[in-house]
């Protein structure tokens, strides 16, 4: 099992490196991001997963949206401060 510290480790990781594509202002730059990176786990998820178990995580994921949204909105309103 992958270590708390090691999983936020990577989640700044990427999330510095998406970043600098995304634009607030321009909703391209945010669906390219998010598409790209969300085809990227699909590709990731079935190599060890078959279909059904990656339905079962999205919809998982599904259920996370807002508490991953109201995350952050937080962070934002931390960078800007």
């Known amino acids: 099992m992958v270590e708390e510290e090691t999983l936020r480790k990577f ?21 390219m991001c998010g598409g790209a990176m969300l085809h990227a786990a699909l590709q ?8 059904e178990n990656i339905s079962l ?3 998982e994921a599904l259920r996370t949206l807002q508490p991953l949204r109201e995350d952050l909105e937080k962070k ?4 800007l401060h």
């Open 11 to 31: 989640q700044q990781e990427l999330w510095e490196s998406v970043e600098k594509y995304i634009d607030p202002e321009d909703k391209e730059s945010v669906f």
């Open 44 to 51: 990731i998820y079935t190599v060890v997963l078959d279909n």
């Open 57 to 59: 995580i999205i919809q």
């Open 76 to 79: 934002i309103k931390r960078t």
